[in-house]
């Protein structure tokens, strides 16, 4: 798997925000897709959001569950991936992992290339 680091995972209450950042050092992460995928005590990971390279046309796709609260952005110059996190809910309370994914026709994947996963960043949300 491509060395990335998250972080920016924090305690927030109901409806407020966070930004979770997925950093490289040692690659242009901007060549690859990414992916966010999360995973809740007792439950499967899930993909939430992921971007297709830059050469793909950057697209973006979301799960069903974050459509319209979450958006993932890139930042070439900082060789950086976030995940812009808005009116959060409790059942988004999970340690969320960034890797890279496949694409297919310029789409990225909510399948992450190897079953390799870094520690993650936790994010709880509660009052």
């Known amino acids: 798997q491509l060395p990335i680091v998250e972080s920016g995972g924090d305690l927030v209450q109901p409806g407020g925000s966070l930004r979770l950042s997925c950093a490289a050092s040692?690659?242009?992460?901007?060549?690859?897709?990414i992916g966010w995928f999360r995973q809740a005590p007792g439950k499967q990971r899930e993909g939430v959001a992921c971007i297709s390279s830059d050469g793909n046309g950057s697209l973006k796709r979301y799960s069903e569950f974050v459509k319209g609260r979450f958006t993932i952005t890139r930042d070439d110059a900082n060789n950086t991936v976030y995940l812009q996190m808005n009116s959060l809910k409790p059942e988004d309370t999970a340690i969320y992992y960034c890797v890279h994914v496949y694409s297919q026709s310029n789409q990225c994947l909510f399948q992450p290339v190897r079953d390799s996963w870094g520690q993650g960043t936790q994010v709880t949300v509660s009052l």
């Open positions: 040692r690659f242009a992460i901007r060549a690859f897709p």
